[in-house]
């Protein structure tokens, strides 16, 4: 794009200066009235479409800025690959032969500001704007709740504390500063995630005038190149709203004052003056949206690459566990792994420096494959024939809190709202209630053993051993595609999600981790036995780190950075 549109860049070629009037955005250069008018004969330019200079300033500067130019060639796009999601000029095509689906780019962009995804966007747009106010407002109740809740532990406490003698001053002090330290660290998380909501407000906003702007004064090529920036940062941003809800920012807080029963005996015997105890309940709240998926313009994707997504080693922990079948990130940054036995199974959580904190053994059932529930919870499948189902455990209390039975052995298992997903040996896949204990089945299927589970914007995705390969299906249960390739996938056991939907399936007989597009027309190694896999079977993908989780069968557990 030209330094400045203020002057006539033709004219200025030829050091003469005069003012512009008009630009043409595949030009990308400024024309005073005279140069516009031979700008408009000449055979090469005669079809192009020129704005005012008052008009394209009136375009944000990032969509007035974008360049339909390739940078590594200077020559105009005129091609889109949709199989690289590439813009192509005529020179990028030598390295796209071959590739299907090479379109010109002006039917990409026929129609843009009238397609799916231009009102699907800004339908978008408006429903982040009503989450995030939705959200703001929980927040802010919950805010003036805590400070109620605060004010009434205290008077309490003083109650209390004016009912006995003056070896009560050490210990209201110390519950006060216990009450407020709680309250402030509380009030504090939230103060941040407000902040954070109000900038992608203040984005969304920014985003929905860019729209108009592109609308009322922009080029169809620019707006179709706009376009798909504020559409992947809206994608970004309802998945930032999503996640708000999953880490539990917004599940109900309550502040509980327990008093010492033997209060009366303080003197002599108490030596604390109660616990303050952080309650939460769960979030019901549900986001606005209007759409399950971005809307595509002529099948153009609109996701990153797998080719551009990286891998950096953080940490490698050695265990003593001996038959990894499960492993799951908690919210904490510690880690839960199952070890499966004949005999019993064990759930162990293990700390992010790779110390075991505690470990809960699963007397007459099993633990195969295990999921997240809550901070205290976590669900774990058994597939002992003796003892089908499905295992809750209290890792608080170090114990199993209920025991599901099925009609058939359970292996991969994933939580999601309030439910279970487990993949069903020789079944398929069914949907748990656990308080009552009733199924659905959604896949019917003839699972092998082994076979694992993720979910992902509405979408399931599991493996089969039997059959190498992996099946995505709606929530209903409907197939949406099938990856098949042998010499990709054999025996793949464990399988994981990104933020981006791009699919990590762990192969134990080829020692490696693939990776595999939301579409699965693209697949690549990422991992072999060359950085230490050895027969590698749990995966897990931890969406807010940004982490993958990777258990070998045998002891060794490796945590990975993903940049994309």
């Known amino acids: 794009m030209a330094a400045s549109q203020e002057l006539c860049d033709i004219c200025e070629q030829r050091h003469v200066t005069k003012s512009s009037t008009f630009w043409c955005p595949e030009c990308e250069q400024a024309f005073c009235n005279d140069c516009n008018a031979y700008h408009?004969?000449?055979?090469?330019?005669?079809?192009?479409?020129?704005?005012?200079?008052?008009?394209?300033?009136?375009?944000?500067?990032?969509?007035?800025?974008?360049?339909?130019?390739?940078?590594?060639?200077n020559e105009q796009y005129q091609l889109v690959c949709q199989a690289h999601d590439e813009l192509l000029c005529l020179k990028c095509i030598e390295k796209h032969d071959g590739c299907k689906?090479?379109?010109?780019?002006?039917?990409?962009?026929?129609?843009?500001?009238?397609?799916?995804l231009f009102q699907e966007t800004q339908q978008s747009l408006n429903d982040i704007n009503r989450n995030i106010e939705m959200l703001q407002n929980k927040i802010t109740k919950q805010k003036g709740s805590i400070k109620q809740q605060e004010e009434a532990i205290l008077s309490q406490i003083s109650e209390t504390r004016?009912?006995?003698?003056?070896?009560?001053d050490e210990l209201e002090e110390k519950i006060r500063n216990e009450v407020s330290d709680i309250t402030a660290k509380l009030k504090?998380?939230?103060?941040?995630?407000?902040?954070?909501?109000?900038?992608?407000?203040?984005?969304?906003?920014?985003?929905?005038?860019?729209?108009?702007?592109?609308?009322?004064?922009a080029t169809d090529v620019q707006t179709f190149l706009g376009l798909r920036k504020i559409s992947s940062e809206a994608a970004t941003t309802e998945s930032f709203l999503q996640s708000i809800i999953r880490d539990h920012s917004l599940d109900e807080i309550t502040l509980i004052l327990q008093i010492n029963d033997k209060i009366s005996n303080i003197i002599n015997n108490i030596k604390t003056f109660g616990p303050v105890k952080v309650q939460t309940t769960t979030c019901q709240t549900s986001l606005v949206r209007h759409k399950s998926k971005q809307a595509q313009i002529v099948e153009v994707k609109m996701k990153t690459s797998i080719a551009d997504i990286t891998l950096k080693l953080n940490k490698t922990?050695?265990?003593?566990?001996?038959?990894?079948?499960?492993?799951v990130s908690l919210p904490s940054g510690n880690i839960a792994l199952s070890d499966y036995t004949h005999s019993h199974g064990e759930v162990m959580i293990f700390g992010s420096d790779g110390v075991k904190l505690s470990k809960v053994i699963v007397n007459n059932a099993n633990s195969f494959d295990i999921?997240?529930?809550?901070?205290?919870?976590?669900?774990?499948?058994?597939?002992?024939?003796?003892?089908?189902?499905?295992?809750?455990?209290?890792?608080?209390e170090k114990k199993i809190s209920k025991f599901i039975p099925t009609n058939y052995q359970c292996y991969g298992i994933k939580h999601l709202d309030g439910s279970l997903y487990v993949c069903a040996m020789s079944e398929g896949i069914f949907k748990i209630n656990p308080q009552d204990g009733s199924t659905t089945a959604i896949v019917i299927s003839d699972l092998p053993s082994w076979s694992c589970i993720d979910i992902f914007d509405n979408k399931m995705f599991f493996t089969n051993d039997g059959t190498k390969s992996v099946t995505c299906c709606d929530m209903d249960g409907k197939t949406v595609w099938i990856f098949k390739d042998e010499t990709i996938l054999k025996c793949p056991r464990g399988l994981a999600v990104d933020n981006s939907g791009n699919m990590y399936v762990a192969c134990r007989e080829l020692n490696r981790v693939v990776v595999i597009s939301p579409d699965r027309q693209?697949?690549?190694?990422?991992?072999?036995?060359?950085e230490g896999l050895e027969?590698?079977?749990?995966?897990?993908?931890?969406?807010?780190?940004?982490?993958?989780?990777?258990?070998?069968?045998?002891?060794?557990?490796?945590?990975?950075?993903?940049?994309?």
């Open 535 to 564: 027969s590698p079977g749990p995966i897990h993908f931890d969406r807010k780190a940004n982490s993958l989780l990777i258990a070998n069968y045998n002891q060794t557990i490796f945590i990975y950075g993903v940049e994309n």
């Open 317 to 327: 922990i050695k265990t003593t566990v001996q038959s990894i079948k499960g492993i």
């Open 522 to 530: 693209q697949n690549r190694h990422l991992l072999s036995k060359d």
């Open 101 to 116: 689906g090479i379109i010109p780019i002006s039917k990409v962009i026929e129609n843009v500001k009238k397609s799916s």
């Open 40 to 73: 408009g004969f000449s055979k090469l330019s005669k079809h192009h479409v020129t704005v005012s200079i008052q008009d394209n300033s009136a375009l944000s500067l990032s969509i007035s800025q974008i360049s339909n130019t390739c940078m590594d060639h």
């Open 371 to 396: 999921t997240y529930i809550d901070d205290r919870t976590l669900a774990a499948t058994s597939p002992l024939h003796k003892h089908k189902g499905v295992c809750i455990i209290d890792i608080k």
């Open 162 to 168: 004016n009912k006995i003698n003056d070896h009560l």
């Open 188 to 217: 504090n998380d939230m103060n941040q995630t407000l902040q954070i909501l109000e900038h992608k407000s203040g984005n969304t906003n920014d985003a929905e005038q860019q729209l108009k702007d592109m609308d009322r004064n």
